[in-house]
């Protein structure tokens, strides 16, 4: 589908143009004629016979930047001098740094913060270990672990390639929770060193985040990490976008008058987030699913099923269908893509039942164009941003693992996932639930705050013994 000009290929064009005749005001027109979209326009310096301009504008993609430079190069009588990426500007340097919570002003300051004075605290620590979340950094710190095999939507691209997402990560985390996260970016994809470095590195975090590593293997480091640790370990690309389909389906389900234990689904991607949706949605009572994958529907009959498929295959489909995606859709009242762009069409929606609800979450191009699915389903979600109802991680990772470290947790299990899921969904008022409006913005001042309190009290009736 064709993409707008977007913020993330924003550029910034240095240009001089003669202060009089008509190149000032061409500059806007050229670049909408282009199909760009200018946000900006500043002059920078001025003299009797030319002015220098600094023009910001949105672009779809880095050819279409390149465009846009080029229609104003050919306008009589301006000089480009320097073209800017602002997203690469962004990123120079990298987009986090640490900080001293305390001046070195002295010697004294000096000697408490380092030695001989830390040398009390090194033996207090010693002495038990616990005192480490207390009197270190450990106490808020998150380690963003990837091995760079399965980066947002780019693939094995590496650890190197991973860094700026994992620092990205690292910023929101103190954005919108302030806790101190650094990004761990391992230069291997064997299962066992990726286990062993996790583990080696462990005392210094209160919490493991891990980060785009690809399926099935993450299936496996998650269960060996958990084994292992006392701290708890959320793995993003399962948990949290579980987390938000549910909270997200939770209401659009109440906006169509259906429940989750009558609604027939049908989840499209039984990888690492297919796989941890559909055990959020059984948990949540969800009863009548049906999973498919890019060798169709997953029964019990099917050859070749993996372990996890195998457990997929025990767990859904109780009638053991086989066929394909487009074989089941039909009178389905939910449809969960976590997969692959244009897997389904405006027929394929129509089949569905009344009040459908059509959740297309592949990034960056959704299992079926949000504007066509709208013409038939009644709610509409995607995982892009330039639509409503966006299933966002950023709603989830920062308020859980706030709540987990103010519990001091050692685990996160089942329960801790449903309270997210359900502080997320009512943040959302009865007054403000609409089909546009079933998860709230990740900038809603609440919803971190809220996110947080709800895991807090689930991590401490976890840890009594009383959660169910």
């Given at each position: 589908?064709?993409?707008?000009p ?5 550029i ?6 003669p202060?009089?005749?008509p ?21 920078t310096a ?13 672009a779809?993609?880095t050819?279409?930047?390149a465009?846009?430079?080029?229609a ?19 990123h ?12 070195l ?6 000697s408490?913060?380092?030695t001989?004075?830390?040398?009390r ?11 480490a ?20 939507g ?5 650890p190197y390639?991973a860094?700026?997402v ?8 103190k954005?919108f929770a ?14 066992d ?9 462990s005392p210094?975090f209160a ?38 389909v549910?909270?997200a389906l939770r209401?659009?389900?109440q906006?169509v ?11 499209a ?28 529907v997953?029964?019990?009959?099917r050859d070749?099923?993996?372990?996890s ?11 053991a ?12 009242d ?18 569905m ?6 959740f297309?979450?592949?990034n960056?191009?959704p ?9 038939h ?5 995607t995982g ?8 966002n991680?950023v ?7 706030r ?10 299990g089942m ?9 997320i969904a ?14 709230p ?26 959660a169910?």
């Amino acid at each position: 589908m064709a993409t707008e000009p977007s913020i993330t290929y924003s550029i910034t064009i240095r240009l001089e143009v003669p202060s009089g005749g008509p190149a000032v005001g061409e500059l806007t027109s050229t670049v909408e004629r282009s199909g760009g979209l200018v946000t900006a326009l500043d002059v920078t310096a001025s003299g009797s016979d030319a002015l220098r301009i600094d023009l910001t504008c949105a672009a779809s993609d880095t050819d279409h930047a390149a465009l846009i430079v080029s229609a104003l190069e050919a306008i009589s009588d301006v000089e480009i001098h320097k073209v800017s990426d602002r997203t690469f500007l962004m990123h120079l340097g990298g987009v986090i740094e640490t900080a001293t919570k305390h001046p070195l002003r002295n010697r004294d300051d000096l000697s408490m913060i380092y030695t001989p004075g830390v040398a009390r605290i090194c033996l207090a620590i010693a002495a038990d270990k616990d005192d480490a979340r207390r009197l270190t950094v450990k106490r808020n710190s998150v380690a963003v672990v990837s091995d760079g095999s399965a980066v947002l939507g780019l693939g094995n691209i590496g650890p190197y390639a991973a860094l700026p997402v994992m620092e990205g990560k690292a910023a929101l985390f103190k954005g919108f929770a302030d806790i101190d996260a650094w990004p761990i970016c391992l230069d291997t994809q064997d299962v066992d060193q990726i286990v062993e470095t996790v583990a080696a590195i462990s005392p210094g975090f209160a919490g493991i985040n891990l980060e785009d590593i690809s399926a099935p293997r993450c299936f496996g480091i998650e269960a060996r990490l958990r084994a292992r640790l006392d701290i708890p370990l959320f793995h993003d690309d399962q948990h949290g976008t579980a987390i938000v389909v549910l909270a997200a389906l939770r209401n659009a389900l109440q906006v169509v008058g259906k429940h989750i234990g009558d609604a027939r689904i049908v989840l499209a991607g039984a990888g690492a987030a297919g796989s941890a949706v559909l055990k959020v949605l059984l948990h949540a009572g969800a009863v009548h699913v049906v999973v498919c994958d890019v060798a169709g529907v997953v029964h019990s009959g099917r050859d070749g099923l993996d372990e996890s498929l195998e457990w997929i295959a025990a767990h859904t489909n109780a009638d053991a269908r086989p066929g394909t995606l487009r074989d089941v859709l039909p009178g389905a009242d939910v449809f969960i893509g976590v997969s692959a762009a244009n897997l389904i069409t405006a027929e394929d929606v129509e089949s569905m039942a009344p009040d459908s609800i059509v959740f297309a979450l592949a990034n960056p191009d959704p299992e079926i164009n949000p504007a066509i699915a709208r013409r038939h389903a009644a709610v509409v979600a995607t995982g892009r941003s330039d639509y409503p109802n966006q299933i966002n991680n950023v709603l989830v990772f920062p308020g859980i693992f706030r709540g987990l470290l103010d519990a001091q947790s050692h685990g996160i299990g089942m329960d801790i996932l449903l309270a997210a899921a359900d502080a997320i969904a009512a943040t959302v008022t009865a007054e403000e639930l609409n089909a546009n409006y079933i998860v709230p913005s990740v900038f809603h001042p609440e919803v971190h705050k809220r996110v947080a309190t709800a895991v807090r009290k689930a991590s401490a009736l976890a840890n009594s013994g009383t959660a169910g």
